[in-house]
């Protein structure tokens, strides 16, 4: 399980939350999580084989302004993540909002537009938008800038990569990387188009992308399509699901121009407390290379009095053993749960984590969460 439990797309969502009431109060709140745990299963990820903990606290300052517009921002300390040294408090994600009822400007720790919003289809080759690592790690970036806007049902959305210094190292630019997503909808049907600049030196140099896709509800089935292209490699897509009863069925296909065809099945059930989901994918193979089946299914049932078992397995035909999971999580009330989870990798020769739909580390783990 993710051992943070506050993270920063929560904050955005929270702040841009608050600061859409246009008549909202002024005043300042908090919230914030901690974790304590133990894991057996060696080194992962940084956490060693033992103890693990962390705790954070976010911070949420509103003010109403004149002409109906909220001002937020919020901030995200990052109290104590693995050790207690002298100063253990620094401060995490930032994000300063304007906002009125259409249209919103932010600053700070925000998702490039195009990465965060783009729905697409599975099963693309197609270079991805770039995210926030590309944006800060990559290209040095020190923040982003977001404008929203939503007029006659469709909201427009444009992002920039921002450096207060005058200009990052990898563009000189102080303002670039530009990604744009409109997206909106007319009764059963909807649409969105995407875009992301070229931008970056002889090095490192992220593609010019473009993306555009449309969906349709009609009879209990929903179906999307979508076109995406990045110059090199482009890849046209198709979805649909049907529910049947408590059962959703639904598959994919995407036909890429350079890479093989990739396509899938899927089928989720919920009903009462169980709930069960199934995928099987085919990743077409490329230059002669056989395709390679995967497969996972997650299972839960909800015992009552706070109390959920969980299990699954997943895998696939590379000659490589089954992984599977166990785990059961307990509501202790007040924002606080505990868990207890066994998961395997199946592969003896690597250790894994974000096993399984749950994202379980590998080997036993114990940990309780706590969120307020």
């Given amino acids: 399980m993710k051992s943070i439990l506050l993270t920063s797309t929560a904050l955005v969502a929270f702040a841009g939350a608050a600061a859409a009431d246009a008549h909202a109060e002024s005043g300042v709140s908090f919230g914030g999580s901690a974790t304590l745990g133990y894991n057996d299963a060696g080194d992962l990820g940084g956490t060693g084989d033992g103890f693990y903990w962390d705790a954070e606290i976010a911070v949420t300052a509103t003010a109403a302004l004149n002409g109906g517009v909220t001002a937020t921002a919020t901030v995200n300390l990052d109290l104590v993540d693995g050790t207690v040294g002298d100063d253990p408090i620094s401060a995490g994600d930032y994000v300063l909002t304007l906002s009125s009822d259409i249209a919103s400007l932010s600053v700070g720790d925000v998702d490039p537009v195009a990465e965060d919003r783009w729905g697409g289809v599975d099963g693309s080759t197609v ?24 007029v006659a049902g469709f909201t427009a959305a444009v992002s920039y990569g921002l450096d207060a210094g005058g200009g990052n190292d990898l563009t000189g630019e102080a303002l670039d990387a530009m990604q744009i997503h409109v997206a909106g909808t007319f009764g059963d049907f909807g649409i969105e188009i995407a875009y992301q600049e070229e931008f970056g030196d002889a090095t490192t140099l992220t593609p010019e992308i473009f993306g555009i896709g449309a969906s349709a509800s009609f009879a209990g089935a929903d179906i999307a399509v979508s076109y995406i292209d990045d110059g090199t490699e482009s890849s046209t897509g198709i979805s649909a699901s049907y529910p049947v009863g408590p059962v959703v069925i639904g598959g994919y296909y995407s036909m890429n121009d350079v890479a093989e065809d990739n396509y899938g099945v899927s089928a989720d059930y919920a009903n009462g407390p169980i709930s069960v989901s199934a995928a099987y994918d085919i990743d077409g193979g490329e230059a002669g290379a056989d395709d390679v089946a995967s497969y996972e299914v997650d299972a839960s049932y909800d015992v009552g009095n706070g109390l959920t078992v969980l299990g699954g397995v997943f895998g696939d035909d590379t000659g490589g053993d089954m992984g599977f999971y166990a785990a059961a999580t307990y509501d202790l009330g007040g924002g606080a749960e505990l868990l207890l989870s066994y998961a395997d990798d199946g592969d003896d020769g690597t250790r894994g984590e974000d096993l399984g739909g749950p994202e379980y580390m590998e080997g036993m783990t114990v940990e309780a969460s706590f969120s307020f």
């Fill in 127 to 150: 270079a991805d938008f770039n995210d926030q690592d590309v944006h800060f790690d990559t290209a040095g970036f020190e923040a982003m800038l977001v404008g929203e806007a939503t």
